[in-house]
């Protein structure tokens, strides 16, 4: 069975994983300081450090399963881009230019239609105004048998495990205190005991949690 | 520059990671017992964890750097097959069957000449009578710019350590006493000052350590 998975969602140790407003300027709404605890150039698979003066630590090892065996991707609309209400049209393609990460299907949640867009590099953005459920249901059809990924941001990855469809979450906790923004755990307390969580404390001063669904529940 | 680079060496916590005998039963050479801490299943991605009751463990998110990135393999003669001395007549094409899992060139150490054999999954093996210099070179330009990994065993990650070749070694600690066998560290004592080290503990048991060799040494 193919897994739903979520990967590498950094959150401040208050909980925090990203910030109250998106802004062209801001893509994590002022949450930005989390992003330096990661490296995104090893989603693909660690050859992308091509200078060996950067050593390959766990983080990057953990980081890389990003990619592994992944065959679409579901994001909340503000992952996508920081408007609101009906597309404007603005000739936003997304904030990753024409080379985007995904390189598979990605299902964008939107109340609002747009035609698709597409990538040299396999990448395709699809616009579904749909449940979790439905959404989850069409990107596993694009995904071949392969697994889809939850891209974030935390309210949706929290729709999708208030709605029990997440089967494995890899957060890191960075040593930072926030103090407000959008956190992944609200309204849901007890959701651990779904879980069984292992937690690997790296030299890089993060926190590694690998929660992997209880099978039976 | 690309990297040379040891994954997933296993070895007993008195520093033994293959035993003295290997034998067509036993080819660990009696240091079988390693192998129950490790999962090969993941060296090209966990994506081959098809089964979703089998948890993603940080264990198993090392274990998948191994073909990460890597072009060629350079191993010794213990680990394609148990004969010594002049090849004989017996048909063997190494301990992996008609799959192995490689997938990539391999260069095998020999002090005798043998045609290269070649698999359909792009796996080749070529026997090398060579130093770990000349070897390497060799090595590298099959790799076509991506990384090299010494394959083992022990004393031929060993040979490569002490000509300074290693540029990034992933061991495994497993809380397991041996008592005897081959050790990676005879005769190379302070090795460790060229090399950063990381060191991960996890839920499995065991101790990852990642191995950086410093720049500049």
């Known amino acids: 069975m193919p897994r739903t998975r979520v990967h590498s969602m950094l959150m401040s140790v208050d909980g925090f994983a990203a910030g109250n407003h ?108 749909a449940t979790a459920h439905q959404a989850l249901q069409i990107a596993q059809q694009a995904a071949g048998g392969l697994d889809v990924r939850i891209g974030g941001g935390p309210s949706t990855v929290r729709q999708f495990l208030e709605a029990d469809l997440i089967d494995f979450m890899h957060l890191v906790i960075v040593p930072l205190v926030l103090g407000t923004g959008v956190s992944l755990w609200d309204g849901i307390p007890g959701i651990q005991q779904r879980f069984t969580v292992e937690s690997i404390g790296t030299s890089g001063g993060v926190t590694h949690q690998l929660w992997n669904r209880n099978r039976g529940d």
Chains 1, 2 share one sequence.
């Open 22 to 129: 998106v802004t062209v300027q801001e893509p994590i709404g002022g949450a930005e300081a989390l992003a330096s605890w990661y490296d995104g150039r090893v989603i693909h698979g660690i050859q992308a450090l091509s200078d060996s003066a950067e050593p390959i630590t766990a983080d990057r090892a953990l980081f890389s399963l990003w990619g592994q065996g992944i065959g679409a991707e579901i994001m909340g609309r503000r992952k996508f881009g920081p408007q609101s209400g009906p597309w404007p049209e603005d000739g936003w393609r997304g904030w990753w230019g024409e080379d985007p990460p995904f390189r598979t299907p990605v299902f964008v949640l939107s109340h609002y239609p747009r035609e698709p867009l597409h990538f040299a590099n396999g990448t395709s953005f699809h616009f579904l105004d």
